[in-house]
């Protein structure tokens, strides 16, 4: 059975070759809105979206998955501009907030769902710190505008959880593929 990552996300190809060696990369072209309000609820969603629109092209197993930063309940997507980028930064600045990462499997044309909770505490930021930070340019292409395995991983003080899912891929998406009959590479 054909295997299709619906995901233009470098990140995530990389992690789902460490585990399976025969798949392809095809993005999906949806809008990552949804009408759920529950913050879980929205990132499937939109996961379902995104495998769905793949699915319907070109058939095969198809991966959809969606990254959300979570804080006080309210999403923070992928930043527009540096200044969003700052203001996201100085709201997780000395606090915890939730990565969560929603996901779809479409195989045999059944739809397999799920979502994965990682808790993150950030350090007290300086407003030095996040100017020098917003100018890596890291934050732009990710969620809550930044990531935790580029230059990222200095803002953080502890996780809670599996890595994996903080970068947009979860080890419970190579677990359900294991379970679906795909093989793991050696
Ligand atoms: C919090 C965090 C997010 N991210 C990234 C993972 C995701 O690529 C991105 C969230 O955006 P997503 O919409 O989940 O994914 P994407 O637009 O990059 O790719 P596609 O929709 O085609 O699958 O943020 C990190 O790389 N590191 C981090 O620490």
Redesign the pocket.
Known sequence: MRLIL????P??REILAKFFDAFDVI??NVS?DSKALDPAEHAVEVAKK?ARDVYSRYGGTVI??????VLDNKILG?PENKEEAKEMLRALSGRIHK?I?GYCIIHEGREITGHVVTEVKFRELSEEEIKWYVSTGEPL????A????GK?GILVEWIKGDYYN???FPMKIILELKNLGFKLST
Do not use: C, L, N, W
């Open positions: 619906a995901s233009q996300s990140r995530r993005p999906s990552e995104k959809g998955a969606d990254t959300i930063v992928k990565v990462t292409d990710k969620a809550g930044y990531g935790i395995q990222g903080v970068v947009g």
